[in-house]
């Protein structure tokens, strides 16, 4: 059976298992600080606080997404590379989390081993572990947690519907938040079986759990500047090459098979054999997951415009949109909820193995799984290795607002050469807010400098880096002129240049 | 088969690369070629020529579109102007795309688009007309002339709906099992969880 899930895996991210130490299949890059942060988890012990980015501040841990995943990369002590563990979360994570899904689902419906395995299938691969294999967001791969979770839940054991919920909390705060509207789902199913004293056990154990855990949120955890990022009626089935024409792939939230099976099997409940409390209560938890996905206002074209609002526009400037930037990850919960629901009626299918084939289609043609999640190569220019052993200083110019991805992207990649030349750098790598960047406010007063045709080599000084490096492709010719000029009248020859590893890159020593 | 077997033999497909850790910073540097192919669909004029200027890693070239097949990435006469650039393999990719007429010349689009060092990477521009009638560019997801460049963003869309309608009357017409002889044999196994 495992090896069913990971012959799965293997097609669904070909062809990094080819090459999971040195290529990425994400899109986006947020497969980058990912890496950073397995080298770098050492680094934030004992003060909680890493010296190698942001610096001279450096960088505080509340800002960090996955403590799971951290506490990996720290037990593992860099035994294991940072792509590779980033790329072992693509590889292993769906298998994980189709396993248990799979076995949640035969134990709450009393299903067999295909229905089953149909549940896992779409769980496990469908469009939210693909959004978050093409974004970057490996950690989110890695989610037995719901279902297992759903079970704990729905059995009404308070200990591992506990344990479970802080799992989900520690792998990403969203499958947290997922976690919980899971439980308050299934407890309302099955209150009737389960009684008054269970449910209110179980409610007490994720209750005390979720306290703790906003309580250190609140210490300083990290509000993401931008848009809402919500589902729409369109991504919520389907992909379209248009979400990856930035290479920013926030795309369906559930796919057709999940959600086609789930409306059947509702509309066909009578001859699926499952209870009506159950068929509705399922049926409910996803439906209200997809309202949820859609976010404060319901975008009904492809271009985002004011929308449509939603009941959840009442929390529109409360802040917890800034704490919850993206409601389209309720599809999480949905996925589960309705590929369980479809499970019951495959379950009763003559051919349920046939449904699985349909299941395995969907997730690797109908999302464009094959195709979209492509090797990329990820080397680190021949520069950094002859820079000065002291802080560095990446220079490009700010594009558009700070919320501009080119500006990501760059902040991402610099992190990512980090992981291999070892100096402390000024851009923050946990970041979601790129104007809170010591790099961005650095970077922005020199380039001011040097359009007032003032100084810099004090100043630069003063900032106590040891060396600037240019990345010179971003900049547009005139501008990218007079800012050599200007480092060369300061600072003297280039010590470097560089045009491998894809950047065409400039490097000066700043004088001690 | 163990949740550790299965990781195991995740980790035994990858175990050449693992073995070696990752490689230095000289291993890894080595530049690898790309190819940048454009496609830009002209709307609404009959250009005299498109030209574009493209950057990577520094290496600055440029390269004359053309709509008569002579590229071996364009279809001859459709109004979308392609071309082909090599090069090294490039994390970000400055592109100036300038529309020729008989009136002059005019700067559709410039600006930075990301390889992410892929070896082959296509994109495709439309050149319309902004509100203000003036010329501008814009990056489309697909190549195809004209409108049509939207239409065929939408065709994935098509599938995906022809693929739901087919599941939904599979699933409505599937011939069900009576439950009774079902739960029978659809009992889950005892055990401890996974």
Redesign the interface.
């Known amino acids: 059976?495992?090896?069913g899930?990971?012959a799965l895996?293997?097609a669904w991210s070909w062809p990094l298992?080819a090459?999971?130490?040195?290529s990425t299949v994400s899109?986006h890059f947020d497969a980058f600080p990912a890496a950073w942060l397995v080298d770098a988890a050492r680094s934030f012990v004992p003060s909680g606080v890493s010296s190698w980015s942001a610096w001279p501040d450096g960088e505080p841990m509340q800002r960090l997404d996955s403590y799971l995943f951290v506490g990996l990369a720290m037990v593992l002590g860099g035994a294991?590379?940072?792509?590779?563990l980033t790329?072992?979360f693509v590889?292993?994570g769906p298998?994980?989390s189709a396993?248990?899904a799979s076995?949640a689902t035969?134990?709450m419906l009393?299903?067999?081993a295909p229905?089953?395995f149909f549940a896992g299938v779409l769980y496990g691969f469908g469009p939210m572990a693909l959004v978050a294999a093409l974004e970057g967001q490996v950690y989110a791969l890695l989610a037995p947690w719901l279902p297992?979770c759903a079970?704990a839940a729905w059995e009404g054991r308070a200990v591992a519907t506990a344990v479970l919920f802080a799992l989900a909390l520690g792998g990403t705060a969203y499958h947290g938040v997922n976690a919980a509207l899971i439980v308050a789902g299934v407890l309302l199913v099955r209150a009737p079986e389960l009684g008054r004293a269970a449910v209110l056990r179980v409610l007490v154990g994720v209750a005390a759990v979720g306290s703790v855990y906003a309580a250190f949120y609140a210490t300083g955890a990290s509000r993401g500047a931008g848009p809402v990022e919500g589902a729409t009626p369109?991504t919520l089935?389907?992909?379209?090459?248009?979400l990856?024409?930035?290479?920013h792939s926030l795309g369906p939230v559930l796919g057709?098979?999940t959600?086609?099976?789930a409306?059947?099997?509702l509309?066909?409940w009578r001859?699926?054999?499952l209870p009506r409390r159950t068929a509705v209560g399922l049926f409910a938890l996803g439906a209200v997951a997809v309202l949820l996905s859609f976010g404060p206002r319901l975008q009904l074209g492809v271009v985002p415009g004011r929308g449509v609002p939603t009941p959840l526009s009442l929390l529109e400037g409360t802040g917890v949109f800034r704490a919850l930037r993206f409601p389209l990850r309720f599809g999480w919960t949905a996925a589960l909820a309705w590929s369980m629901l479809g499970a019951a009626?495959v379950?009763?299918?003559?051919r349920p193995w046939a449904a699985l084939i349909?299941a395995g289609l969907?997730v690797l043609v109908?999302g464009?799984a094959v195709g979209r999640l492509?090797g990329?190569?990820?080397?680190?220019?021949?520069l950094?290795?002859l820079l000065p052993e002291a802080p560095v200083l990446e220079l490009y110019p700010e594009f558009g607002d700070s919320r501009e991805d080119?500006n990501y992207?760059a902040q991402n990649?610099a992190c990512h050469y980090q992981r291999?030349?070892r100096r402390p750098i000024l851009e923050r790598c946990l970041n979601t807010d790129v104007a809170t960047s010591p790099r961005w406010v650095a970077g922005a007063a020199l380039h001011a400098r040097v359009f007032a045709r003032e100084p810099v080599r004090d100043w630069l000084r003063g900032l106590r880096v040891g060396s600037v490096v240019v990345?010179?492709?971003?900049y547009a010719p005139a501008m990218r002129e007079e800012v050599l000029g200007a480092l060369v009248r300061e600072l003297g020859d280039p010590i470097a240049e560089g045009?491998?590893?894809?950047?065409?890159l400039m490097a000066w020593r700043v004088p001690t | 088969v163990s949740v550790g077997g299965a990781l195991a033999a995740l980790l035994a497909v990858s175990s050449s690369s693992a073995r070696a850790a990752e490689p230095g910073l000289v291993e890894r540097t080595a530049s690898s070629p790309q190819e940048v192919v454009l496609h830009v669909s002209v709307v609404d004029r009959v250009p005299v020529g498109v030209r574009a200027r493209l950057q990577q890693a520094g290496a600055v070239r440029e390269v004359a579109l053309t709509d008569d097949g002579t590229d071996s990435a364009d279809v001859p006469f459709d109004r979308v102007w392609s071309g082909t650039v090599r090069g090294d393999a490039a994390q970000y990719l400055p592109i100036r795309i300038d529309v020729e007429e008989p009136t002059g010349v005019t700067t559709a689009w410039d600006g930075i688009a990301r390889g992410g060092l892929e070896p082959r990477v296509e994109l495709s521009f439309e050149v319309t007309r902004g509100p203000d009638g003036a010329m501008v560019g814009r990056r489309r997801a697909t190549r195809a002339p004209g409108a049509m460049s939207h239409a065929a963003e939408a065709l994935p869309l098509l599938g995906v709906a022809v693929w739901a309608v087919l599941l939904l009357v599979v699933a409505a017409l599937a011939g069900l099992r009576r439950p009774e002889a079902a739960d029978a044999r659809d009992m889950p196994p005892a055990g401890p969880p996974p």
């Not at chain 1, 089935?237 to 248009?242: C, D, E, G, V, Y």
């Not at chain 1, 990329?376 to 021949?382: A, D, Q």
Request: hydrophobic share 55%; charged share 15%.
């Open positions: 059976m495992w090896l899930w990971v895996s293997l298992a090459d999971p130490v040195a899109l294991v590379p940072g792509m590779l790329n072992l590889l292993a298998v994980a396993g248990a076995w035969r134990r009393g299903v067999g229905a089953g297992l079970w369109v089935l389907a992909w379209s090459p248009w990856d024409l930035a290479r057709v098979a959600s086609a099976f409306v059947v099997a509309l066909r001859e699926v054999g009626l379950a009763r299918m003559r349909v969907d109908a464009g492509r990329h190569p990820v080397p680190v220019p021949r950094y290795g080119l992207y990649l291999f030349h990345h010179a492709d971003l045009h491998d590893g894809g950047e065409w």
